[in-house]
């Protein structure tokens, strides 16, 4: 481990400055996005989801609950962009998605605000 003065993680938490938590809270929503690539390649829908809904979405959720919402809203939002887009074209909905009430409920069910 390296020392820095900024921070340290507790219990996989970014305790120390802003700065620090902020960076730390990218890199965490880099990789949570990184894994839904290989997510998007299950044939299955209803495995996607399932697995979008309870595993995925699962591990912001305690950053979230745990830092401030000032550190946390742009991480969330982040998190939440991607999911949508991951379901988005998993599903192959129509550039006009966002109008439609249907659409909007399934982009929904697995994101965090």
């Known amino acids: 481990a390296t020392y820095c003065s900024e921070g340290i993680p507790l219990l996989g938490l970014p305790l120390g400055t802003p700065k620090y938590a902020t960076q730390q809270l990218e890199d965490v929503a880099a990789k949570i996005i990184t894994t839904l690539a290989p997510i998007s390649t299950i044939p299955d829908g209803s495995i996607f989801m399932m697995i979008m809904l309870q595993?995925?979405?699962?591990?912001?959720?305690?950053y979230i609950r745990n830092l401030p919402?000032?550190?946390?809203?742009?991480?969330?939002?982040?998190c939440d962009d991607a999911f949508m887009?991951?379901?988005?074209?998993?599903?192959?909905?129509?550039?006009?998605?966002?109008?439609?009430?249907?659409?909007?409920?399934?982009?929904?069910?697995?994101?965090?605000?």
Do not use: E, I, K
């Open 55 to 62: 595993c995925v979405n699962l591990s912001p959720l305690y």
């Open 69 to 78: 919402p000032a550190l946390t809203m742009p991480f969330a939002t982040a």
């Open 85 to 113: 887009d991951a379901v988005t074209r998993y599903l192959c909905f129509p550039p006009s998605w966002q109008q439609s009430p249907p659409h909007l409920w399934a982009v929904a069910q697995p994101c965090l605000g």
